[in-house]
């Protein structure tokens, strides 16, 4: 005979396995970039404008996914000259390229508790050319906010070539070199809300 008791334990695991959705909280999260400057300087920048949806398996991690969109015009740098150069033709085509993109493939180790270091391979999509990249990423923890809502949040770091998405721009230097690194180092902070 199965009584009340012997069956709540197992709903309790089923809605528990049950995948969730979060809303990423544009306001509480930062996609930040770095690139060499005449190759001795760091020149900092992030997008201002981004949005999407985390789908959370904590039964089966590797059934988890992302996609991220972000409004290249939002980029900014701290100078208004060099943003506006960044939105044109030579680096993202803001105004033919909208948005950067990023779906996962897949979800590569778990999250059990704050601080597991888990990998999102995906794809990323920057000008119409979409590159596999690899996200080395971080669970930072969940908790509720004062108005009830349930958040989680995680960081990630990631570094690419940006000639892989036609941001072939750049100027040689007297001295040797160029003016813009190729490789750009990338990092974000990530907070979602349970939808």
């Known amino acids: 005979m199965t009584t009340a008791a012997s069956t709540t334990p197992a709903a309790t695991q089923a809605v528990a396995a049950a995948p969730s959705t979060w809303t990423i909280d544009p306001t509480h999260s930062v996609v930040e970039f770095a690139v060499k ?51 044109s033709a030579d680096f993202f085509d803001a105004a033919t390229h909208p948005k950067l993109v990023f779906t996962t493939r897949r979800v ?16 990323l999509s920057i000008r119409g050319v979409s590159r596999e990249v690899v996200l080395d990423a971080t669970y930072e923890g969940h908790g509720r906010d004062p108005w009830g809502g349930d958040r989680m949040a ?28 190729n490789e750009i180092r990338i990092h974000l902070e990530v907070q979602a809300v349970r939808a």
């Open 37 to 87: 400057h005449m190759m001795i300087a760091t020149v900092k920048g992030r997008f201002r404008d981004l949005g999407g949806v985390i789908t959370l398996d904590e039964a089966e991690p590797a059934r988890s996914s992302v996609r991220v969109e972000i409004d290249a015009a939002s980029i900014d740098t701290g100078t208004a000259q060099r943003d506006d150069h960044l939105r």
């Open 108 to 123: 590569e180790g778990g999250f059990a508790e704050p601080g597991s270091r888990f990998r999102i391979v995906g794809d």
């Open 154 to 181: 995680f960081t990630a770091d990631t570094k690419l070539d940006r000639r892989e998405y036609g941001l072939e721009w750049n100027q040689a230097l007297e001295t040797g070199g160029v003016l813009v690194s």
